[in-house]
């Protein structure tokens, strides 16, 4: 509205000029031409700014758009950033709490660590003392080693028994008594006393009906001479017969049937102390 009421002021300007001039012919046509050049500088200006206003209202469109979607960055942004310190809070407390844990577990770990420690140190030490008490049976078929954690004390039938019987000869009996002097020294040593045969058939034997029964007697006959005659305590006594069933080798001779005619007293340290750390 405001470029039409321009544009007819300066129509008006024009016809007063030619009304109020007389002009000669050749001044009247340069005049109408420079109103036509006005006209067309007129128009052309009009239309400038009509593609102007237009640019101004896509530029308002987008800068609203452009508001709209750095707006919605904003809360998107936030949300991320609210997330993401929750998260590291969290984190934070797990980390603690397993931080904790594996502290803990590390100490359970050396404290079951000490103990077996200890365990091996008395298993050794217990070696050492049966082998010396023991040193003047080696020959007669007895050896001490140490397997899983326990001592072995193994003394081959002949040591202790006669030929099928399950009473204690005299040579037996010393050696039980110097093996016993060493027990009573070590009251944290549980014993189990396991009678071992070989394959052979018991013939003409009584009571003895077969090689079960061998071998569990002759391990009572230790238990009960361990613990009667050289009062051991009983509460740590077990006796075990295996029969033939646990060789130390073949019994196709009569050297490996020897071996397997055997008593095994099996001494493991008492491990109440890492049970309790187990529980």
């Known amino acids: 509205m405001k470029n039409t009421f321009l544009a007819f002021a300066l129509l008006l300007f024009i ?13 009247y046509k340069a ?18 700014i009509e593609n102007l206003d237009k640019e101004v209202s896509r530029l308002k469109k987008d800068t609203t758009m452009m508001a709209e979607e750095l707006r919605d960055l ?30 803990a577990r590390e100490k359970r770990l050396k404290e079951v660590e000490e103990v077996l420690r200890k365990r091996d140190e008395a ?3 217990l070696k050492e003392k049966l082998q010396q008490a023991l040193l003047g049976f080696t020959k007669n078929g007895l050896t001490v080693e140490i397997k899983n954690g326990k001592v072995y004390v193994s ?3 002949k040591l202790l028994f006669p030929s099928g019987s399950i009473i204690i000869d005299e040579k037996g009996k010393q050696a039980l008594t110097q093996l016993a002097n060493v027990l009573k020294q070590q009251p944290e040593i549980n014993i189990a006393v396991e009678g071992h045969t070989d394959n052979q058939k018991i013939n003409n034997l009584g009571q003895i009906k077969d090689n079960w029964d061998l071998s ?6 230790v238990v009960r001479y361990l613990t009667e005659n050289e009062k051991v305590e009983s509460v740590r006594m077990t006796a075990t017969g295996k029969g033939e069933f646990q060789p130390l080798g073949a019994n196709n001779t009569a050297e490996s049937r020897s071996k397997n005619r055997r008593i095994e007293i099996v001494l493991s340290p008492k491990l109440d102390e890492l049970y309790n750390l187990i529980k």
């Open 31 to 48: 005049l109408l031409g420079s109103k036509d050049s006005l006209y067309t500088a007129f128009n052309e200006g009009l239309v400038k």
């Open 216 to 221: 569990v007697l002759r391990a009572t006959s």
């Open 15 to 27: 016809s007063s000029l030619t009304s109020c001039v007389v002009l000669s012919p050749k001044k």
């Open 155 to 157: 003394l081959t039938d």
């Open 123 to 125: 298993t050794n030490s």
């Open 74 to 103: 904003q809360n998107n942004y936030n949300e991320v950033d609210a997330n993401y310190k929750k998260l590291k809070n969290n984190s934070t407390s797990e980390i603690t709490k397993l931080s904790g844990d594996l502290a």
